[in-house]
């Protein structure tokens, strides 16, 4: 069975409004990066679209990633 090599997938990340512009690629990249590594992934493309309010305070923002798979060790 070919299984391929990378995944695309999809994840809100939410973060404070207040948010510096500056640092915000970084923070959402660090979001990401850390999710997929809880399943032994690593990203190898990310891309975010337009933050959206979410709650007082808080801005949703739409990221699509695309990941490597893990490599299973035999």
Same mark, same amino acid.
């Given at each position: 069975?070919?299984?391929? +090599? *990378?995944?695309? !997938?999809?994840?809100?990340?939410? =973060?404070?409004?207040? =948010?510096?512009? /500056?640092? =915000? +690629? &970084?923070?959402? $990249?660090?979001?990401?990066?850390? &999710? =997929?590594? $809880?399943? !032994?992934? %690593?990203?190898? *493309?990310?891309? @975010?679209?337009? !933050?959206?309010?979410? %709650?007082? !305070? ?5 990221? *699509? @990633? *695309? /990941?490597?798979?893990? $490599?299973?060790?035999?």
């Amino acid at each position: 069975m070919n299984v391929p +090599d *990378t995944r695309t !997938g999809h994840m809100d990340v939410f =973060l404070p409004q207040a =948010l510096e512009a /500056a640092v =915000l +690629d &970084a923070v959402i $990249r660090l979001n990401v990066t850390s &999710a =997929l590594a $809880r399943t !032994g992934e %690593s990203p190898v *493309t990310i891309e @975010y679209g337009t !933050g959206q309010p979410h %709650s007082p !305070g808080v801005t949703r923002w739409p990221v *699509t @990633y *695309t /990941a490597d798979r893990p $490599r299973i060790q035999a």
